[in-house]
C-alpha cells in the first residue's frame, strides 16, 4: 500500500533570498547590464522613469540575465530612485554573485 505524502509549504524564513543593488539609467538608447558600479550592477534601460514602466523593464532584463522567471523578483528599496535593491527569490546570494561575475564581468 502507497503511503500519501504531504508537502509541507517552506515558512517565508526558510526561503533562500538573494538581494542585489542597483544602479539603474532609465529612457537609455537599449536594456542593457552594464557591468558593476563599486557594489551594484549598473543597468540601462528603454523604459521611462514613470508609472513603474523603468522597474518592470529592469525587472525582466534581471530576469533574462539570470535565466529565471521575472516572478522571482522585486525592487525592495528605491521604487522612484535611480539606486534600488532587488530581491531574488529561491537563489542563495553566493550563486547569483558568482554567476553574474561570470556573466556579466
Known amino acids: 500500500m502507497r503511503k500519501l505524502i504531504r508537502k ?5 524564513s526558510d526561503v533562500l533570498m538573494a538581494k542585489i543593488s542597483l544602479k539603474v539609467v532609465p529612457s537609455s538608447s537599449r536594456d542593457q547590464v552594464v557591468g558593476w ?3 551594484a550592477l549598473k543597468i540601462k534601460v528603454k523604459a521611462p522613469p514613470e508609472k513603474g514602466k523603468a522597474n518592470a523593464a529592469v525587472v525582466e532584463l534581471l530576469a533574462t540575465t539570470l535565466r529565471i522567471d521575472a516572478d522571482r523578483i ?3 528599496q528605491g521604487h522612484s530612485a535611480p539606486n534600488k535593491v532587488a530581491s531574488i527569490r529561491g537563489l542563495e546570494n553566493s550563486k547569483m554573485m558568482e554567476f553574474l561575475k561570470r556573466t556579466v564581468g
Open 37 to 39: 558600479l563599486g557594489e
Open 8 to 12: 509541507i509549504p517552506l515558512a517565508s
Open 74 to 76: 522585486n525592487i525592495v
